[in-house]
């Protein structure tokens, strides 16, 4: 059973997703604070209980939930799914930009939620399992400790930035399309309004740029090009 963490500060609202989650056959702990949510990831880490995602409100008493994000590369490599505001568009892409995976609107459809939370599992478990040989690049992506290097200088990459990396190292040199990625990395079709595809690979760009002036390609209305 899926083990998560659920960080929100609205104890109703997380009571009801707890239950609904739990039904549906993913075990769910909840804390209400952004410390809370810190000191039972470094309790996790030291045991054999880690939990395998974090949900996580913005808007949290003591630490809130971007400050959580700005600390979570020092204790875990947990994935990240983000609880933020209708219409709080800067905080999704904030939050993004800070390495979390996926992002969904409150007030939230436990459904949509369940979704959310097995596709970033599915993708985490199947990226883990699968190690499908890569072409020759100056990147070098290791599939089983999920780590990346390019001319032997270690980058940290999250693991939605790592499985981007190997979708598109897959297919070197052409032009992958922003759908065929959000649906085979993100796990979920492309939509209209959706720029979580374009801030992670915004992302990606900014750590290779020291090695390469243009790393990854934006082909206006097809999709990206990996050219290191």
């Not at 595809?197 to 934006?218: G, N, T, W, Y």
Request: proline fraction near 5%; include cysteine; charge should be negative.
């Amino acid at each position: 059973m899926p083990n998560i963490l659920l960080g929100d500060d609205d104890e109703e609202l997380t009571q009801l997703l707890q239950e609904y989650l739990h039904n549906h056959g993913i075990q769910c702990d909840c804390v209400h604070d952004g410390e809370a949510v810190i000191q039972k990831l470094k309790t996790a880490s030291n045991d054999t209980s880690a939990y395998d995602l974090l949900v996580l409100d913005i808007m949290m008493p003591k630490i809130d939930g971007l400050s959580v994000l700005r600390q979570l590369p020092n204790i875990s490599d947990i994935p990240v799914i983000m609880l933020t505001a209708k219409g709080e568009e800067i905080d999704r892409i904030i939050g993004l930009e800070l390495g979390a995976d996926d992002y969904i609107t409150k007030p939230c459809n436990p459904r949509e939620l369940l979704a959310r939370i097995n596709a970033v599992i599915k993708r985490t478990n199947a990226a883990a399992s699968e190690h499908t040989p890569l072409p020759e690049s100056r990147l070098h992506l290791d599939q089983n400790q999920r780590l990346c290097q390019i001319d032997g200088v270690e980058l940290q990459v999250t693991g939605t930035e790592f499985d981007l990396l190997v979708a598109l190292l897959k297919q070197k040199g052409e032009v992958v399309s922003k759908a065929w990625l959000s649906e085979h990395v993100l796990q979920r079709e492309l939509q209209p309004f959706d720029r979580s595809l374009d801030v992670h690979v915004s992302r990606l760009r900014k750590k290779l740029q020291p090695f390469h002036d243009e790393p990854i390609k934006a082909i206006r209305g097809k999709g990206y090009q990996l050219v290191l």
